[in-house]
């Protein structure tokens, strides 16, 4: 399965977070047993991501799987949890039985909490242990519930967040870059939103690569595909790339095609 093409999150069970983490955490979710058992019909199965620089945990409460981060495919057993930054494609084989519980942060949400930039992640894949003690993941996975578990760890999340607060600022300045972008309907370039912002172009720069891991341009660029893609997908006949700050069709396909590595129509079949 390929993330806009084809509806994942119907294998998901989601939750939002506490008003405190909204900022930095997009959602909590964990595998739906009966969902994908409904959906899945075959022993193995690919879901397939494209690149949002948005930190990704994976915690296993089920199987072993398989995890394409860069080049290589790896073996994550069943004891292990991680962390990705999502900064290019990513593939996970999973089996029907397979059960992952998701954390999924906003650009800079991570080290907002923890203090550790997420550009120094890469293309690794980290042992959430790193960042988790074992003894609290341990606890997390034999809790019952998807709710146990997220109170669990909000509790853990807040208190790591009161002693972080260095990095507000740059995540500030971060959150409205993104907003005054989504707010100009994906036009402004990076040189109209420091105006509105009233920041240089080099701190702008500094900001987004010492703490998203690409710079402004290329995750405006990257942000803006894959709103258009999910738009045109959703509604292909009344698609406009105007809408979205293309000049004409011909300028959306070629984002595409940096976005998913393929041309739009391999993918639309």
Not at 93 to 118: C, H, M, V, Y
Not at 128 to 151: M, W, Y
Not at 203 to 218: A, E, H, I, L, Q
Request: glycine residues 4%.
């Amino acid at each position: 399965m390929t993330e806009i093409f084809e509806n994942i999150k119907k294998l998901y069970l989601f939750e939002l977070r506490c008003a405190a983490l909204a900022p930095y955490i997009e959602f909590f979710s964990e595998t739906s047993i009966e969902a994908t058992q409904t959906h899945i019909q075959t022993e193995e199965f690919t879901v397939k991501l494209f690149p949002s620089y948005t930190p990704t945990i994976w915690i296993n409460l089920g199987s072993p799987y398989h995890l394409k981060n860069g080049d290589h495919w790896q073996c994550i057993n069943e004891t292990t949890d991680v962390l990705v930054l999502r900064n290019e494609i990513i593939e996970r084989r999973n089996l029907p039985l397979d059960n992952i519980f998701t954390i999924k942060f906003f650009p800079g949400g991570l080290e907002a909490i923890f203090g550790i930039s997420q550009a120094k992640i890469g293309s690794d894949t980290v042992n959430l242990n790193e960042l988790i003690p074992n003894s609290s993941i341990k606890k997390l996975k034999n809790l019952s519930s998807i709710n146990d578990r997220i109170s669990l760890l909000q509790e853990l999340f807040l208190a790591k967040l009161h002693t972080n607060k260095k990095t507000n600022h740059y995540f500030t300045c971060i959150q409205q870059a993104i907003d005054t972008f989504h707010l100009s309907g994906l036009e402004l370039k990076n040189k109209e939103i420091v105006q509105q912002l009233a920041i240089s172009d080099k701190s702008m720069y500094r900001y987004f690569t010492k703490m998203v891991g690409t710079n402004p341009k290329n995750f405006m660029a990257m942000n803006r595909a894959r709103i258009a893609l999910t738009a045109y997908v959703d509604k292909r006949i009344s698609f406009s790339p105007y809408i979205y700050g293309y000049y004409d069709m011909s300028h959306f396909y070629k984002d595409v095609v940096k976005f998913t590595g393929q041309k739009l129509s391999m993918q639309m079949v």
